[in-house]
């Protein structure tokens, strides 16, 4: 069974502040991603990685980055937190060949910024 | 550039009725479509998917999805809702070549009401 975990489900940051969103997958996925989900917005794509150390940008990047030190981990960075970054967050993993197969998503981490 | 528009934000139907989520997407290429379930206080899970072959999919839960490419459609059916299938629902669609990024629908909330 594919896991995919997040280090918090949720987390309440002081806007400046900088945010560490983690995400492990136990499955050697090859793929994996970051999503916010925002009611009314569906789901953005902020960054994926398809390789250790590489990283592509999604539809919605300012203000964030990413790391890919190990295969199995994503970490979600937000520099300078900031109101409009309060949001859910979903990380995403999958199998290589192709973004089109299924992804496996964790179960999220609501993130407020105040 | 691709896109999907799930055509109604929600939808109440009584337990035991049939309903249907409505799912259109626009892409230059040819597609594979996809629909996620999130049940409350999780991550996306994959109900069903289209990648080639018959028009009509199944998921081991009782939904159905038939691809329409002529109406550019991908409606979501269950003849018969159980309580358990209230969920938000988010229907997707990405290229079917190489390395292709999933877009997402807004989703649609599905309540059943008993």
């Known amino acids: 069974d594919v896991k995919v975990t997040q280090s918090s489900r949720y987390l309440v940051k002081r806007t400046g502040e900088k945010v560490f969103l983690e995400c492990v997958q136990d499955m050697d996925h090859e793929n994996m991603f970051w999503y916010r989900q925002d009611p009314g917005l569906g789901l953005r794509l902020i960054y994926f990685s398809y390789d250790v150390k590489m990283k592509e940008k999604g539809d919605i990047p300012e203000g964030y980055s990413v790391s890919r030190e190990k295969k199995e981990r994503f970490s979600l960075i937000l520099e300078s937190a900031s109101t409009n970054q309060t949001s859910m967050y979903l990380c995403a993993s999958s199998l290589a060949t192709s973004f089109s197969y299924e992804q496996y998503f964790g179960p999220g981490t609501r993130l407020t910024v105040t | 550039a691709q896109s999907v528009t799930q055509l109604d934000s929600q939808v109440h139907v009584f337990e035991e009725a049939p309903v249907e989520l409505r799912c259109n997407y626009s892409s230059s290429v040819s597609v594979y479509l996809f629909w996620y379930v999130q049940y409350p206080n999780q991550g996306l899970q994959l109900l069903l998917k289209y990648l080639s072959g018959s028009t009509l999919v199944e998921s081991i839960n009782g939904f159905e999805a038939e691809f329409n490419k002529s109406q550019t459609s991908f409606h979501l059916r269950k003849p018969s809702v159980h309580i358990s299938d209230t969920a938000e629902y988010f229907c997707?669609?990405?290229?079917?070549?190489?390395?292709?990024?999933?877009?997402f629908g807004t989703g649609t909330k599905l309540q059943v009401i008993p």
């Open positions: 997707a669609v990405s290229g079917s070549g190489g390395y292709q990024k999933v877009t």
